[in-house]
């Protein structure tokens, strides 16, 4: 999916049609602020809006920046963690997709000391 | 996979923890060829059978993929149950009761 394909948050939104991200307090990205292994960087995305009907995690120096992209219903709660893989230290985005159309993200540095992309 | 669903008040933590290789097809072997990409695409979680959310994923997931959601309105007793389908087709299913 062309989605999974962009490099930069311009790409990403132009493939799914959405509408320029705007930065928000509300979105929050947890994560270590140093990760010792790239290979497995625990990520959470959270917010306290209503009417959060996807939220993506997005790594942006990774070689395709989407990680990982949830669809939730009315039954769960917008918050979501999992672990991923960073091949060095980076930014790292939670993008926030509302049902009325708003696209709201948070971001959090990660310094990254082993690279998880290496082989 | 294991799946482990937690009740607290009106709610349920799920954790999941899958069993998956999640190559990034980055990778090269010894003999300098590319290892191919082979991870999981698309997640599918259901609450008694009513499906509460679904995830895709791309190769920067971690090896062993781990994730942690909350359900509203699930108590004690009621299933949780998780499907994945990775890039090869492959599928699986289970099930886990709320406790």
Known sequence: KAAFEAKSMAELTKALGLATP??????????PDIAENGAVVPLGAATTLPGVKRMMLL????PNMLAALFDFSDAVDPAVST???MGQSSDVFAVAVMNDGRVLYGHKEIKVTLGGCGG | ?????????????VRVLMSH??????????SGKVIPAWFIQDVTA????????TAQWGPAVSKNPFMQFVVKGAKAGDKISITWVDNRGDTRTDEATVS
């Open chain 1, 22 to 31: 705007t930065e928000s307090k509300d979105i929050t990205v947890t994560g």
């Open chain 2, 46 to 53: 259901k609450h008694n059978d009513k499906v509460v959310m």
């Open chain 1, 83 to 85: 672990r991923v893989k």
């Open chain 2, 21 to 30: 290789e999640m190559e990034t097809g980055q990778r090269k072997d010894a």
């Open chain 2, 1 to 13: 996979m294991r799946i482990r669903a937690q009740a607290a008040g009106d709610k349920a933590t």
């Open chain 1, 59 to 62: 790594v942006e120096k990774n």
